[in-house]
């Protein structure tokens, strides 16, 4: 089998689209080739923004829970301290 270069292949279907198809119809067919080219990076950067929303769509999940946990520990602790406080205030009268 004949090893052919991607250059030599190139020229190759360039020439084989100017036999089959005509001159005329080259500009036509780059034209389609560059707005298939775009459509699919389009496509593509599409995709990759959903992606990067789903994965902040998941972190935010994620960041939720431990915010609202630090929350309810933040009030227990209040609460604590309030209590503590009110039993220092219980000694000092019965001390007095």
């Given at each position: 089998m004949v090893g052919l270069a991607p250059s030599d292949l190139i020229i190759l279907i360039i020439v084989a689209v100017i036999l089959f198809a005509g001159a005329s119809k080259i500009p036509e067919i780059f034209r389609s080739l560059g707005r298939a080219t775009g459509e699919f990076k389009k496509g593509k950067m599409e995709a990759e923004m959903?992606?990067?929303?789903?994965?902040?769509?998941?972190?935010?999940?994620?960041?939720?829970?431990?915010?609202?946990?630090?929350?309810?520990?933040?009030?227990?602790?209040?609460?604590?301290?309030?209590?503590?406080?009110?039993?220092?205030?219980?000694?000092?009268?019965?001390?007095s």
């Open positions: 959903e992606l990067m929303q789903m994965q902040q769509a998941q972190n935010q999940n994620f960041q939720q829970p431990q915010s609202s946990k630090e929350a309810e520990l933040q009030r227990k602790i209040e609460e604590l301290q309030k209590q503590l406080e009110e039993l220092k205030k219980q000694q000092r009268q019965q001390n």
